[in-house]
């Protein structure tokens, strides 16, 4: 009996050697040790190479991420009563990104708004640039004048979405939610001073957080720098030095941005639900399954699905029943999300992405994240001995004309240095690269110019047609209506999903 334990105790121990081994390995692994050469990371007598295991990759505050795959643009759209032939069907593939949960509301450019009266009380035109044209709610035939002063401000519209929005101004939102998520997280974490000790500094002028100023180490300092900067590791460094968070750190978030006209499709059909093993088993008109667009659940059979104009002189539906529930727009938490547990990605507003609208793109579109838009830019340096960004007065860096499309070699970068960035042959404008619109025949034989861009979705206003995802229109980045309003994403570092086994 004593030979048989014995005998199981070692048979166990060889099982579980390969465990302990691999056990060993990982804990190496997650102290961080290099693969290639064994040296140990964030070493300060080795180099001090400062490497993070622990961060994966989250979403940022109201992001709901989204599996990237392939699918049928313009696959959806079974008829096209415009004749318009502007989303002819083709298979592409797009990436895993991020995006918002619902449209962006009244209460969020509210905050925006608040924010910004703040920090720059005495800039009145940044404020006044910001504000949303709430006279897009007047009509000479209509009465929607109390719209006008109450639509944005009034608590009772707080969670509808913004409209009146330009898409010069949805992007200029995403940059300012930029830079306030990572300024929210390096406070929480205690990288910089905390907002009341920052308010505590009367008759200081602290200068607003810029996500990409910090990264290159322009925001730092006294009255600035908070207790639990991270150790400053480099070699010659006193002990305990601290330093600022770096990209490498894995702390700040990617920028927030409009979605692609690519993204905003994928999202909105939402055809993870209709999927098995790889296959699409069957696709889908609207967001939802069937070809209808009223609700066909015993609990709210024959409510309308998504907020829309039924028909001529419809916009609500008949009281007291069938009712869709919405004059105008609703709360952005309306309806039921699709199968991805987006809201209203049909109906309610429209919502500009950030392509520019042209009838042919899909001749143009590469087949992995399509899209049509790039300006290639670069940050404009101040001083470039020291590497030191040049900003406005916003506190926000000035974005010059890309000079290349590949890096330079030194020689060519020391030289381009002082040379004008308009001067240059390399077409940092793709956007518009060998496209034929005549921009002289803009507004009188075409609409379109490279200022067009591209929104989707449909809303109150539009019938059911419109609220089919591949459907697409187009309006001047520097217009607006009450009809359009627009939802953030933000590109997925790493995969988040990542390789299944």
Known sequence: MKYLRCLFIYAFILSIAPLLLLSCKSKSKRNGVSDKTGVSYNDPYNGGLQINRKIRS?????????????????????????????????????????IDETEVSNADWLEYLHWISQNYPAQSRVYYDALPDTLVWRSPLSYNEPYVNFYLRHPAFQDYPVVGVSWDQANTYCEWRTDRVNEHILRQQGVLIDYKTLNDQKGQQNQAFNTDLYLNGQIKGA???????????????????????????GILKQPYRLPTEAEWEYAALGLIGNSWEGTVEYGKTYPWNG???????????????????????????????????GDITVSVKSYIPNDIGLYNMAGNVNEWVSDVYRQLSYEDFDDFN????????????????TRELAKSEDGK???????????????????????????????YDVRGHNDETNKE?????????????????????DRAYWLNPATR??????????MTGFRCAMTMVGNDFGPRR
């Open 370 to 385: 399509p899209y049509r838009g790039h300006v290639f830019m670069n940050n404009k340096y101040e001083n470039t001995e």
């Open 397 to 427: 860096t000035i974005k010059i004309p890309a000079i290349s499309g590949r890096k330079q070699t030194w020689e060519q970068l020391q030289a381009a240095q002082n040379t004008d960035p308009n001067s240059t042959t390399y077409q």
């Open 441 to 461: 025949l803009y507004g009188k034989t075409s609409l379109v110019n490279d200022k067009s861009r591209v929104y989707k979705g449909g809303s109150w206003n």
């Open 473 to 482: 229109r187009h309006m001047q980045q520097d217009q607006s209506d009450a």
């Open 291 to 325: 070809l209808g667009v009223r609700d066909g659940t015993k609990r709210n059979q024959g409510k309308m699905l998504a907020n829309f104009k039924i028909n001529s002189g419809n916009n609500r539906g008949v009281a007291g029943d069938l009712n869709e529930g």
């Open 58 to 98: 989250s979403a940022g505050p109201g992001l709901i991420a989204v599996e990237g795959g392939t699918f049928v643009m313009g696959g959806s759209l079974n008829q096209d009563l415009n004749y318009d032939y502007d989303n002819v069907k083709r298979r592409v593939t797009v990436a895993s990104f991020y």
């Open 223 to 249: 009255g600035i720098d908070g207790k639990n900067m991270p150790n400053d590791n480099r070699i010659g460094t006193e002990k305990g030095a601290k330093r600022t968070v770096r990209m490498e750190d």
